[in-house]
């Protein structure tokens, strides 16, 4: 979706503020947030795509404003409403309505379960469409839902550097459809293909882009 | 159907969000505290689960993992070689699994090449080398404007780089990782491998800094 997250190109939001010796969490709440967000007992079928496209429905005002740990309760209390785990009037309550499970994930699992190896990729059966070295296209396309191919690379030019095999559509896993397997690229576009003349002409940016964001060029 | 839901159809989930804002805690601490309690009577958070969660990214996984590759890299060529053709698994060799670490690829900086790690979409980072991520990373202005002013950038980090430098620019937007790999800084030849890796910062592997002997 086009909004407010998609901000690759953007001007006008300052200098970077880096902060020295930053710990992990600035209070202790943001910790919390980030720990309910990893340990809580998730929806069946919940992704990390679906966490992703959640994050992008939040209000444009919101989310340039929020703390970075706020958006993730933000998102918390979407996925439990929208999945039913937590009604509207429990969560505006603050009372269970509800008898206790007791399957949560225990403090001696959460090691084991940071470090279990599910990832994204996928076997499939089809040849990759494009080689390294092609040249291609970035579609250009406005999907309404979740989508990683960034604004400011649509319609532009690069070309194929490796291939990573085949993984997860995040646009099909975000919105509930499965996996989708599809072929995924590293792409490089010259900088002066997606920025214009005043770019400094030995500068790339790479991105991984699925099959289906790609055409040849 | 008019022809708009029509049109529409096939992101029939869109735009469904809740609006519940009015009626919660404005003060985000506690909000996250009326969340977690609600979790824990419906048996859906286990509260000693969370102090795990935090305590595994506030003293066990965070950079020093990466730096421990990075000087790795450093010392043995084989190593080195194994990580620039297949980052995950000469990363997994040092047994520096999960989140955000199952594909991860090394990209080197050279004197002609100088690499950069964003994610402009949201906060992707490779968090079984890094940890989490710092505030800066996640936010608009670095997010915005690493991509169009990568040289802009790394001068506020106090890098200016030669004109003749290739700067690369990595954008997260799939689930591959990104670990630069910083130069050896000159004079460091005596060095072992653990006084190597306590040079190495976080930044120098994210690409917004260099690597000095100290």
Redesign the interface.
């Given at each position: 979706?086009n909004t407010i997250?998609?901000?690759?190109?953007?001007?006008g939001?300052?200098?970077?503020?880096?902060?020295r010796d930053?710990?992990?969490?600035?209070?202790?709440?943001e910790?919390?947030?980030?720990?309910?967000l990893?340990?809580?007992?998730f929806p069946a079928g919940f992704t990390?795509d679906r966490f992703?496209y959640?994050?992008e429905?939040l209000r444009p005002d919101?989310y340039?404003t929020?703390?970075?740990?706020?958006q993730w309760?933000y998102i918390?209390?979407?996925l439990?409403?929208?999945s039913g785990?937590?009604s509207?009037e429990?969560?505006?309550r603050?009372?269970?309505r509800?008898a206790?499970?007791?399957?949560?994930?225990?403090?001696?699992?959460?090691?084991g379960f940071?470090?279990d190896?599910?990832?994204?990729?996928r076997d499939l059966d089809s040849a990759p469409r494009f080689v390294i070295g092609q040249r291609v296209r970035a579609r250009t396309m406005q999907?309404?839902?979740h989508t990683?191919?960034?604004r400011?690379a649509r319609g532009k030019t690069g070309s194929i550097v490796?291939h990573?095999g085949a993984?997860?559509l995040?646009d099909a896993s975000a919105?509930?459809k499965g996996d989708r397997p599809q072929h995924?690229y590293?792409v490089?576009f010259a900088?002066r293909e997606?920025?214009g003349e005043d770019?400094?002409p030995?500068?790339?940016?790479?991105?991984?882009?699925?099959e289906s964001y790609l055409e040849p060029a | 159907m008019t022809q708009h839901s029509h049109a529409?159809d096939?992101?029939h989930?869109?735009?469904?969000?809740?609006d519940?804002?009015s009626?919660?805690p404005s003060d985000?601490?506690l909000?996250?505290?009326?969340?977690?309690?609600?979790?824990t009577?419906?048996?859906?958070?286990?509260p000693?689960?969370?102090?795990?969660?935090?305590e595994?990214?506030?003293s066990k996984?965070?950079p020093r993992n990466g730096a421990k590759v990075v000087a790795k890299a450093w010392v043995d060529p084989a190593y080195k070689e194994r990580l620039l053709r297949d980052g995950s698994n000469a990363i997994h060799e040092l047994d520096f699994?999960?989140?955000q670490g199952?594909?991860i690829?090394a990209v080197e900086n050279t004197p002609d090449v100088h690499n950069l790690v964003?994610c402009?979409?949201?906060?992707c980072y490779p968090l079984s080398v890094l940890?989490?991520p710092?505030?800066?990373y996640?936010?608009?202005?670095?997010?915005?404007?690493?991509?169009?002013d990568?040289?802009g950038?790394l001068k506020?980090?106090g890098l200016e780089l030669p004109?003749?430098?290739?700067?690369?620019?990595?954008?997260?937007?799939?689930?591959?990782r990104y670990l630069v790999l910083p130069e050896r800084p000159a004079g460091t030849e005596r060095l072992s491998e653990e006084q190597l890796a306590a040079l190495v910062t976080r930044d120098s592997m994210i690409g917004?800094g260099k690597v000095a002997a100290k």
């Open positions: 979706m997250h998609d901000m690759g190109g953007m001007h939001f300052g200098a970077i503020d880096a902060e930053e710990p992990p969490f600035h209070e202790a709440w910790g919390r947030a980030g720990g309910i990893e340990v809580m007992t990390v992703r959640l994050r429905t919101l340039l929020q703390n970075y740990y706020e309760i918390a209390e979407q439990l409403l929208e785990m937590v509207a429990e969560l505006a603050g009372a269970a509800s206790k499970r007791t399957d949560a994930i225990r403090a001696d699992a959460v090691w940071l470090h190896r599910t990832h994204s990729g999907p309404t839902g990683r191919l960034p400011y490796s990573h993984h997860v995040p919105h509930g995924l590293a490089r900088a997606l920025w770019a400094n030995r500068d790339s940016v790479h991105l991984d882009l699925w | 529409h096939h992101d989930d869109l735009a469904h969000h809740h519940i804002h009626e919660l985000p601490a909000r996250v505290k009326a969340l977690e309690s609600l979790l009577e419906k048996g859906l958070v286990d000693a689960a969370i102090d795990a969660w935090i595994v990214y506030e996984i965070g699994h999960g989140r199952q594909h690829v964003v402009t979409l949201c906060s940890g989490l710092p505030a800066w996640k936010s608009a202005p670095y997010r915005s404007r690493a991509v169009i990568p040289r950038v506020e980090f004109d003749h430098v290739k700067i690369r620019v990595w954008d997260s937007t799939a689930e591959i917004v």
